[in-house]
């Protein structure tokens, strides 16, 4: 199970820095992510992260913005978000992934969401 947190209302130009709490299974043999959907708009890759936390991997609108990161001895993983806008508003949550096909998908490994709510 995953549990998301450190959402939240923050105005643009802002910053927040989510939570991913795991348990249930050997978070390490997992390569770990966050995606984000909007209402009425399409799930979204956000980033990733390999299972040792050396390599991180990032959609193109928030390379520079956002930072992934884990602590595989706390079974977190966690996301920096700086420069908020309100384009970033949605529902974020974290899962660990697969890279396939150039694109990279959540497993079932996945819990719920933390609403992100950036006004201008």
């Known amino acids: 199970q995953l549990q998301a947190s450190g959402g939240g209302l923050v105005q643009a130009g802002g910053s927040l820095r989510l939570s991913c709490a795991a348990s249930?299974?050997?978070?390490?043999?997992?390569?770990m992510g966050w995606f984000r959907q909007a209402p009425g708009k399409e799930r979204e890759f956000l980033a990733a992260?390999?299972?040792?936390?050396?390599?991180?991997y990032y959609a193109d609108p928030v390379k520079g913005r956002f930072t992934i990161s884990r602590d595989n001895a706390k079974k977190m993983v966690y996301l920096q978000m700086n420069s908020l806008n309100p384009e970033d508003t949605a529902v974020y949550y974290c899962?660990?992934?697969?890279?396939?096909?150039?694109?990279?998908?959540?497993?079932?490994?996945r819990g719920q969401g933390t609403q992100v709510t950036v006004s201008s």
């Open positions: 899962a660990a992934v697969d890279y396939q096909g150039s694109s990279w998908y959540p497993l079932d490994y």
């Open positions: 249930g299974r050997t978070f390490s043999n997992y390569r």
């Open positions: 992260v390999s299972w040792s936390g050396g390599s991180q």
